[in-house]
């Protein structure tokens, strides 16, 4: 749970991606677009890193699994999100994370550290940095008339096995602290990225923010709610299921299914005399008027399916 999508939706000023405390709300990497007069960059908000045996275990979808590893085969950067006030964690990249930027050593990346706000001994930093990076960066990076290119033409640090980097990477070419939260740094992200902006022809319009379906809005917005009211792993288990989306008159009516494994969950999502169920419905009702623009009405039911 580092701040992914709440970054992206700091750098886009709007809410674009469904936020949550618990860990794994991405579930597939989303495609969310940031212009500004002639530039656009293209973000790639992938699910965290999850390690494939974990994944199999807690029968995890294929796309949570892969999806980080699936998304850096086409991009021209890759932003490493890490959770600093997380004491467990922060020293630490992960032999996953390593590997996977070992297995993509050409492509260019930068260090940012979420959640600096957090931090009381500023000076903390600096170690972890050093441990994060191994004590050494790559060169800088610069816009180039092809992509992304290093400032300098010299070697990149020796590129080793994931075993030999244990807790860092030293082929970062920048380090940045932001509070995605606050809003703190996140103009200078921007302006980073922006800064490596290069030409070429605009993916998407102008005024495109996402190009998430209205049915795939719907099912992130619901399943932030899900993981808002719920606890433990019963947000996990529920596995939602539209059966009914139609535009009638100018209103969006949506019927859909939360199906659970059991009486006792059941009992649980719907809660005393309903509330649960009801605050879950009324509020992602809200949420999807203003993300797809017109008047909503949802419905919610739960059922059990073995």
């Keep these: ?166 807790t860092g990477w030293p082929c970062f070419s920048e380090v940045m602290m932001v509070s995605a939260a606050a809003g703190e740094g996140v103009d200078a992200v921007k302006d980073f990225l922006f800064g490596l902006a290069y030409p070429s022809d605009w993916l998407y319009p102008g005024e495109c923010k996402s190009v998430s379906s209205p049915s795939t809005i719907v099912g992130n917005v619901i399943r932030e709610k899900l993981l808002k009211y719920l606890h433990r792993e019963l947000p996990y288990v529920v596995k939602q299921e539209t059966v009914w989306l139609s535009r009638r008159d100018g209103v969006l009516y949506i019927h859909q299914a939360l199906n659970c494994n059991k009486e006792s969950q059941k009992s649980i999502i719907i809660g005393p005399r309903g509330r649960t169920i009801q605050t879950i419905a009324a509020e992602a009702q809200t949420d999807l008027e203003e993300a797809l623009h017109c008047p909503v009405d949802l419905e919610l039911f739960v059922r059990v399916k073995k």
């Design 1 to 166: 749970n580092s701040g992914k999508s709440t970054l992206v939706n700091s750098l886009l000023g709007q809410k674009v991606a469904i936020v949550s405390e618990k860990s794994q709300t991405t579930r597939e990497s989303a495609i969310t677009i940031l212009t500004e007069e002639n530039s656009q960059i293209v973000l790639i908000d992938t699910p965290g890193v999850v390690p494939f045996h974990y994944g199999r275990k807690l029968k995890m979808p294929h796309s949570l699994m892969t999806g980080a590893k699936d998304s850096l085969l086409d991009v021209d950067l890759a932003l490493v999100l890490i959770d600093i006030s997380n004491k467990r964690y922060r020293n630490n990249l992960g032999k996953d994370v390593i590997g996977l930027l070992n297995e993509n050593s050409s492509l260019p990346s930068v260090l940012v550290l979420n959640k600096v706000d957090l931090i009381r001994q500023k000076s903390n930093l600096l170690m972890t940095i050093d441990t994060l990076t191994c004590g050494s960066l790559a060169p800088k990076l610069v816009a180039s008339e092809t992509g992304i290119e290093y400032v300098e033409k010299r070697a990149l640090p020796e590129i080793g096995s994931p075993v030999e980097y244990e």
